[in-house]
C-alpha cells in the first residue's frame, strides 16, 4: 500500500495497487527481444551514446534491451512504484533511480539520451507541458518519445478506468515549444508484427541542437 499523497490520480493509480499488477504482465524473454529490435530502429541515428535516463521505467525492460545494444551505456531511470523501482535495480544502481514522481522529479542533471515509452499516455494532461520540460532539461542531445499517437487529444478507457489513458501528438507538442529540439527520425510499430510486437507505438527521436 501507498501513503504518500500524489498531486494527481494518475500518479496514484500507478504508484499502488494497479501499478503492482502491471510488472506481472509487462516482462519475459519475448519483450525483451521486442524491446532490442525496437531500440536498434529507433536509435539507429543516435551516435556517441554514454548515458541516458529512462521517464517511467517500471522494472527496466527497456534499460535491459538498451544495455545489450550499447553496452557502454550508464543507465539512470525514474519510477514511480516501489515495487518496480527494487526490481529495477536489479539493471540499474540504486544511486541512479529516482524513486518518485515524473512530475516530483527536479531534473538537475543532463544525459546523452532522455526518454520516455507508454508513459505520457498515462499522465494527466494538465502536467503535460511539465514533464515536457523535464525531458528536454534532462538531455545533452537526444531525446526519444515513444507513445499512442492522435493528431487531436483523446481520452479512452484503460482496463475500465476512465481519464488513465490519453492519446495526442506528444512529440508534435515538444517540437512547438522548444525551439531547440529538432526531428531527426520517427517510425511505428505494430502490434501484428509476426516477429518483434510492440503495442502500436509511434517513435520520435528528436536532437537538441547545441548553444
Known sequence: MNDKTYKTEQEDFWSGDFGN????????EMLLASNLNFFTKALARATN?????????NIGMNLRALKLLRPELSLNAIEINQQAAEQLSDIVNKENIYTGSILDYPANQVFDLSFIKGVLIHINPNELNSVYKK???????YLLVAEYYNPSPISIPYRGHKDRLFKRDFAGEILDQFPAIKLIDYGFSYHRDIAFPQDDISWFLMEKESK
Open 21 to 28: 499488477e502491471y510488472i506481472s504482465r509487462n516482462k519475459g
Open 49 to 57: 551514446l554514454n548515458s541516458c535516463i529512462e521517464f517511467g521505467a
Open 135 to 141: 525531458l528536454v532539461d534532462s538531455t545533452s542531445r
